[in-house]
């Protein structure tokens, strides 16, 4: 009578067995020696990397990440944090070189842009110098005042002798700014030779499609 009890619960345990996976899920993962491993919970070989739950039918129910400790987990992000950041920075840089190649759709439209500032610091260049032309008037005019005191220069009102020294400074620093705008005019050619060469790297990438009743858009070129 016990064998036959014994015997009972034993096919009772047995029989439950494939509830209880079916309840918990089957576990399955790599380990580090590349050997397939099957359980009915996490499996510790494997708390370095990820693990599958599958359900009875092999159906994956859920993928555990590996468990990692506080300064692991806090690397983890970092290296996220800088992966997130360098496709934010790509993505951004991707957006500047369209609108780069939308605004300069070819060369003739670079140089457009490249005339104009230099025109405008041509123009900036020629209103100084005309101011130099004026003070330069302007001092003949106090030279002429100055005639009355040639013999004795130091008994000049002192209002004049303050408006000479004033027009000597003015043309000076009107002269250092025209040399000064020469400089730039290097600088604007400077920028646009750099911009230049990257948009001769960028017009092989980007093309302008023109959208039927629409301005023109920017896609990556074919290759």
């Known amino acids: 009578m016990k064998k036959w009890a014994a015997s009972v619960v034993g096919v009772a345990l047995w029989a439950s ?16 020696n ?5 359980a009915d919970r996490p499996i510790p070989e494997c708390l370095d990397r990820e693990q ?8 994956t129910r859920r993928q555990i990440g590996p468990s990692l400790s506080d300064v692991e ?8 944090r800088r992966e997130a950041e360098e496709r934010t920075r790509v993505l951004e840089e991707r ?11 070819d060369k003739a439209a670079h140089d457009v842009e490249r005339n104009a500032a230099l025109q405008m610091v041509d123009d900036v260049t020629a209103t100084a110098e005309k101011r130099i032309l004026d003070l330069r008037d ?26 000479i020294a004033e ?6 620093e009107q002269q250092r700014f025209v ?11 400077q920028k646009f030779d750099t911009e230049l060469a990257r948009l001769k790297v960028l017009w092989e990438t980007y093309k302008p499609v023109q959208l039927p009743g629409a301005a023109s858009a920017v896609t990556p070129a074919a290759r």
């Open 95 to 105: 957006r500047r070189e369209r609108a780069l190649v939308a605004r300069y759709p």
């Open 73 to 80: 987990r806090a690397q983890l992000e970092a290296q996220q």
């Open 138 to 163: 302007e001092r003949k005019k106090l030279d002429q005042e100055m005639e009355f005191y040639k013999k004795d220069p130091n008994k000049a009102p002192m209002t004049l002798r303050r408006k």
């Open 179 to 189: 040399a000064g705008q020469e400089q730039e005019k290097r600088k604007v050619n």
């Open 52 to 59: 599958r739950e599958l359900s009875p039918s092999g159906v």
């Open 167 to 172: 027009n000597e400074d003015s043309i000076a």
């Open 34 to 38: 590349g050997r397939r491993l099957t």
């Open 17 to 32: 067995i494939p509830a209880l996976a079916s309840a918990q899920g089957i576990y399955t993962c790599v380990d580090k």
